[in-house]
């Protein structure tokens, strides 16, 4: 065995004392970036894009991590609380599980000084929902940017329609002729001829986030306020309640005349999508239009037959239809139950100043379009300018021109923006277990609407 | 070789040869020892220390979705593990059968247990399914049944699919245990058993049963505190089943992990301490008689 | 006549047990070469069976799949070096315990035995919590700890059970001819021990390879987590297709089934040691 020279081992560790020194200097010009691996990879493509020419003209290294949906917000909270988050965070369901909640509890960076500035290109409904209170200090202030946002609508099968001897002419425009329609006429039409189809796909299961999204458009539609601009909860005040009854009595009455699948107790949020898709239900409520997204998809899918390529082209071009959902039941239009996506910087970065440069950078026009065009219609922008593209405008795909109208027709928000309890209510599904206390156990609406005012007092009074 | 010449070593040797073997034996034996600090001894001491809170155990027991989670564990463990156990005595006896057709039917039967959960689980899931499912797809194919049985919506018969899935993917293995103590039962107690006449069912009672009882008795224990900890079966095929109804201990505490409550998740675990520590106390006494050297 | 009755008896009681064993393995099959669109038509057999579905899989042409032959390697990596070192760890423990008459032995043999039998699913977030704060979390190395911790306890109680059937007069002889310990270990008892060393170290590759519930825990970034992470996601797909899914899991269940056959022999004597007395 060689001897070891004493000088070069000395020689070699001052080296690599030297290089650690320097590595926690290094650190201070490098990003950390969490996102939300696109579903798409025209998304994850426009991200890269915008990355690589923020490093190139400020000379900062983005180090960009993608995850899953589950996982992005699976490691972003365990960070968090390890008090080692990344700089830059972007998970798909930050809003509806984590941004309130750390905004109160001052975990993130207040970025009115960026937003500020640039307020006026954003949708004002977009805009509001970043606007949150942070409990340390008494005030509402901007701590996210918006980035996306979805909102609810209608999907139903025009062949299966037409199959069952109707034509899009008869659908009526009021609440509750339309479900009679798809639950009693289509769907008994297309029984009669021996097929094993239920009219609608609706969402009952505790585990699906689809459930409480299309529960509460429901409520919207009865005109059930849940809290008010303070977050005060509203719900237990008598009209509210009496129209929160009706809104469970309405939503559940689906799944007990047969117009659902029984299996809709147990749907994951892919299971709506899928029993559409193999058309076992006639219409759906989802809250992206990835439904026909996903027949766009098929129509250039190398993998497919020539054949399956054509039929999901002619799926997503003429027999899928995306709707609006039908007047509500006092005759005025449904609101738009939307969803904003968010993304944060957190209190603990070590390089905040550079974060929000790079989230100033990405808020450009230039830089954001390209990322939310890039999923092809599953994302809506926040900003002004982005939603006037001829994108969504020019009318050549009908189903973002029917999302673009429901947008610029206005939205309101989810409870969770003016109470950040209301996050822990949708974990929990609140909605759906009175759902299922009527459907499954019996209850009747009522009590199952006071079990629900007093779980919610629970948790967010 | 015979014993004798173990005493031709002399002493002094001996005893320099112990104290080397016993370094060697602390040596080797250092490499679990530090696993069982590292990874188990610590995870458990922070587990007693994120449950050390009583008032996670107040909102535990507060909490209805933890009373059905214990009713259903117990019901569970009763239930999968007595079916089950029975099954593999019948089964072990039907395998010990000679006959070349029933040993290859033996390397057929092991695939349940052989063959990962998620693939196998999921296909009973999509097999049960209700509306679009093999089964009442079938019934309404060939019997016109529209509405078969509501295999996974209805909570008892999503239980019951629970367990069944449960006993489908454990009973390969205990019949095999069970098998294996069969098959060391002596032929001639049998034949002498025959000889005098006896029936099948004397000759089990008489003869195989004592032999295998104790064995029986151990793999019930052991299944019970196994099917306790059975996540898969639960998660993979129900999910917790519709509304949370199927939900059972194992379940519980990832549930629990999933929505921010760890300290509810460690407290359900402690919670089944009590039952699942004798168990294991039993256990260990049982195992370790039989293994002394 | 009595003999036909009892083969009669014997069938009779063999084709439920094949149907209860067979059918929902058949049932993955048929669900694996459906095509999509017929996947949820609830068939005996598909209308038009492909092998398309397999083929998709292998060029990874689906979101869910993307990381599809990555997340396979990384599953024997895992597989593999839990085997291997829990085959090192056990093999030292049991001949120290054994064969040695370790101080403690028989203390670590029954705490081993007391973890063997605590629920794995007990230990689970403890054992999150742990790897976090360990600084593990998510990385492979904290899967493959956590399996040798669970793998171990059996493991070594099996191999103690095996080597306290080997006669004493071996080692003595050996002493005899001034044998150390390390090198009895390693010409005297490996060798006799290689049946039951095959037996363990497939146990406990067989057993990482199929853990979903620490597997999605402790590792579940796209790049690093094994093929069961990447079958449980699917789950959380927004289009779901079971026809991939089933012929990802089926090529999943191939290698252990593979080599529990193979090793079939070896497998049911060196486990059922365990658990059987003498």
Request: net charge neutral; hydrophobic share 45%.
């Amino acid at each position: 065995m060689p001897k070891i020279d004493l000088r070069s081992l000395s020689a070699g560790c001052a080296l690599a004392l030297v290089l650690a020194a320097a590595l926690p200097a290094q650190a201070e010009d490098t990003l950390t970036v969490w996102f939300t691996k696109g579903f798409y990879k025209g998304e994850d493509d426009a991200l890269l894009a915008l990355i690589d020419r923020y490093q190139k003209s400020t000379g900062v290294k983005v180090e960009l991590s993608l995850y899953s949906t589950e996982d992005c917000i699976v490691k972003s909270v365990a960070a968090v609380e390890a008090g080692t988050p990344p700089d830059v965070g972007y998970c798909t369901t930050y809003d509806f599980r984590t941004t309130g909640q750390w905004a109160y509890e001052g975990k993130l960076e207040d970025v009115s000084d960026v937003i500020n500035p640039i307020k006026d290109q954003f949708q004002p409904d977009a805009l509001a929902t970043t606007f949150l209170m942070n409990g340390k200090t008494g005030q509402k202030a901007y701590y996210a940017f918006p980035i996306e946002r979805q909102t609810m609508h209608i999907f139903y099968w025009k062949d299966m329609l037409q199959d069952a001897g109707f034509s899009e002419a008869d659908i009526p425009g009021t609440w509750n002729e339309y479900w009679d329609f798809w639950c009693d006429k289509v769907q008994g039409a297309l029984r009669a001829k021996g097929k094993r189809i239920y009219g609608i796909g609706q969402p009952m299961s505790v585990a699906a986030s689809d459930t409480f999204f299309s529960f509460l458009t429901w409520a919207n539609a009865y005109n059930v306020k849940i809290v008010d601009e303070s977050g005060k909860i509203v719900l237990d005040q008598p009209e509210n309640r009496a129209a929160m009854i009706e809104a469970v009595k309405s939503y559940s009455s689906i799944f007990t005349r047969g117009c659902t699948p029984p299996s809709s107790v147990n749907w994951l949020d892919t299971d709506n999508n899928v029993n559409f898709h193999n058309k076992t239900t006639v219409l759906t409520d989802n809250a992206t239009i990835s439904i026909p997204g996903k027949h766009l998809d098929d129509s250039t899918n190398p993998s497919l037959t020539e054949e399956q390529r054509a039929q999901a082209k002619k799926n997503y071009e003429e027999n899928i239809r995306t709707a609006y959902f039908p007047k509500k039941p006092d005759g005025g239009t449904l609101p738009n139950l939307a969803a904003t996506k968010t993304a944060v910087i957190f209190a603990d970065s070590k390089n905040k100043a550079q974060a929000k440069e790079f989230m100033a950078f990405m808020m450009k026009d230039e830089n954001l379009t390209p990322f939310v065009e890039g999923s092809v219609g599953r994302w809506y922008p926040v900003t002004k300018s982005g939603a006037a593209r001829p994108f969504w405008t020019d009318g050549t795909d009908p189903h973002r021109a029917v999302v673009s109208k429901q947008f610029t027709g206005g939205t309101v928000p989810f409870p969770f923006v003016y109470n950040y309890h209301f996050t822990t209510v949708n974990a929990e599904n609140v909605w759906a277990k009175a759902l299922n206390r009527v459907v499954q156990d019996g209850v009747s609406p009522d009590q199952a609407v006071d079990e629900m005012i007093a779980r919610i007092k629970e948790i967010a009074g | 070789m015979t014993a004798t010449t173990v005493h031709a070593i002399p002493a002094a040797a001996r005893r320099s040869h112990r104290r080397t073997w016993t370094i060697w034996g602390a040596i080797l034996l250092a490499p679990y020892v530090a696993v069982l600090l590292v990874l188990v001894a610590y995870p458990v001491g922070y587990g007693l220390y994120l449950g050390a809170n009583p008032a996670s155990y107040r909102r535990l027991f507060a909490d209805p979705i933890f009373l059905t989670a214990a009713v259903n564990t117990i019901l569970f463990l009763l239930i999968a593990v007595n079916v089950k156990m029975v099954i593999a005595l019948g089964l072990s006896g039907f395998f010990a059968v000679p006959r070349w057709w029933i040993r290859l039917l033996l390397v057929l039967f092991i695939l349940p247990w052989a063959v990962p959960s998620i693939p196998t689980i999921l296909s009973f899931r999509v097999m049960l399914n209700p509306e679009t499912g093999l089964i009442n797809q079938q019934l309404f194919q060939l019997f016109d049944i529209f509405e078969g049985p509501p295999w996974l919506t209805d909570p008892w018969l999503a239980f019951f699919g629970a367990v069944v899935v449960h006993i489908w993917k454990s009973l390969p293995f205990w019949t095999l245990i069970l098998l294996t103590g069969r098959l060391a039962i002596a032929r001639d107690l049998y034949e002498a058993a025959s000889v005098d006449g006896a029936s099948r069912w004397q000759r089990f009672r008489f003869v195989t049963w004592p032999s295998v009882a104790a064995l029986y008795v151990t793999s019930v224990i052991l299944s019970t505190i196994w099917t306790l900890g059975d996540f898969n079966s639960v998660y993979l095929l129900t999910g917790g089943g519709p509304n949370d109804s199927t939900q059972v201990l194992a379940t519980l505490g990832i549930r629990y992990l999933r929505n921010n409550a760890l300290d509810l998740g460690v407290a359900s675990i402690i919670v089944a301490m009590p039952l699942v520590l004798p168990l294991v106390f039993v256990m260990v006494k049982r195992l370790s008689k039989g293994g002394e050297a | 006549m009595k003999r036909f009755l009892n083969e009669a008896a014997l069938i009779a009681i063999a084709i439920p047990v094949v149907l209860w064993t067979v059918v929902p393995l058949y049932h993955l099959f048929v669900l694996a070469i459906s095509p999509q669109d017929a996947v949820l038509a609830g068939t005996l057999w598909p209308e038009h069976p492909t092998f398309s579905n397999f083929l998709t899989v292998f060029r990874q042409q689906h979101y869910y799949l993307s990381n599809f032959w990555l997340q396979l390697g990384n599953s024997f990596l895992i597989a593999v070096t839990t085997g291997i070192a829990t085959l090192f760890v056990a093999t030292c423990a049991a001949f120290a315990i054994s064969r040695l008459r370790a101080p403690g032995g028989r203390q670590v043999m029954n705490l081993a035995l007391t973890t063997y039998l605590i629920p794995a699913a007990f230990l689970a977030v403890p054992m999150y919590k742990t790897m976090g704060s360990y600084g593990l979390l998510d990385t492979q190395t904290a899967l493959i700890l956590a399996m040798i911790a669970l793998a171990s306890p059996y493991a070594i109680w099996v191999l103690k059970q095996a080597s306290d059937k080997l006669p004493r007069e071996l080692d003595e002889a050996a002493i005899m001819d001034g044998a150390s310990p390390l090198q009895i270990f390693r010409l005297v008892y490996l060798p006799l021990m290689r049946p039951s060393l095959v037996a363990i170290g497939i146990y406990a590759l067989l057993l990482a390879w199929n853990e979903y519930l620490y597997a999605f825990l402790l590792l579940s970034s796209e790049k690093a987590a094994p093929l069961s992470v990447g079958l449980g996601l699917f789950l959380s797909a927004d289009d779901s297709p079971w026809n991939l899914l089933m012929a990802t899991g089926l090529i999943y269940a191939v290698p252990p089934a593979v080599i529990y056959y193979v090793f079939r022999n070896a497998m049911t004597s060196g486990l059922t040691a365990g658990a059987v007395k003498g």
